[in-house]
């Protein structure tokens, strides 16, 4: 049973990121609360179920799980698995289910999403960036596959914590709650930096993965595309230096190691774009290219690479 004082947790968009963390989270006693839409009957009827190469077939029957969110009680904790495309939208949301002084952690990949998302709510939450190295997708509705990794590193972006120590101890606290749920999870000092960080991987397997139709095994077994990518990644890396962000040394060729120790594995951008959905071209390509142009530094592929997808996303959505 839940104990009072643990924290109560949301999940506000409960798609692969939201189901899965969401999941583990309750399945290790948490008092969760799932926000649903368009799965939500099917949710609602089945449970989420998690197909997972780390932790097994896992199922969570009953969900405690919402269509409206003015049903959901008030939460300590809000993680929001939702794309960046509907952050607009999901402001008012994630004000109505959040408890005064709530943490509210982004879930999602690319550069400066808190920033789009910081001034559209109450100046009481405090807002985090959560970063999720794993390779997972929605298979059906409440049916979630785990491929490999899970690992959730965090940072502090904006609040009412009044100084570094305190904003580091709510880092360290969330950090806590995915530990307690068998996840590896660290405490980042510096979001920005860690996000430039991920973006080494995100830039060049999501986008190449829809402009050559292929998952990373085909990416990483031609010689070209290994070699573009490694070109992509060195071009992160440069348009991180130039905003004062120094990644770790060889960094890019450990991701490269890592991925080719992965299985087979389609990004969330090719999931998108098979299913018609708009990419998120805004967070990972347009922010760190704008960030890298106002400190001098063009990133030539990485742009091209933008406006291809810009151009297949635009053909898609009609």
Known sequence: MTQPSQPRIGIIGTGAIGGFYGLLLARAGFDVHFL???????????????????????????????????EMPPCDWLLVGAKTTSNADLAPLIAWAAAPGAKVVLLQNGLAVEDALRPLLPDSLHLLGGLCYICVHRDAPGVIEHQSLGAVNL???SGPAGDDAARQALVEEGAGLFRAAGLDSTGMPDLEQARWQKLVWNVPYNGLSVLLDAGTTALMRNADSRELIQAIMQEVVEGALACGHS??????????????????????MYHDFAQRRPLELEAIYAAPLAAAAAAGRDLPRIRAMYQALRFIDARNQE
């Open 36 to 70: 649903l839409r368009s799965e939500y009957d099917a949710v609602r009827a089945n449970g989420l179920q998690l197909n997972s190469a780390v932790h097994g077939a896992l199922a969570l029957k009953p969900v405690q799980a919402y269509r409206d969110v003015a």
């Open 155 to 157: 940072g502090y972006h």
């Open 247 to 268: 990644l770790p040394e060889g960094f890019a060729g450990k991701l490269l190691a890592a991925t080719d120790r992965m299985p087979d594995y389609l990004p969330s």
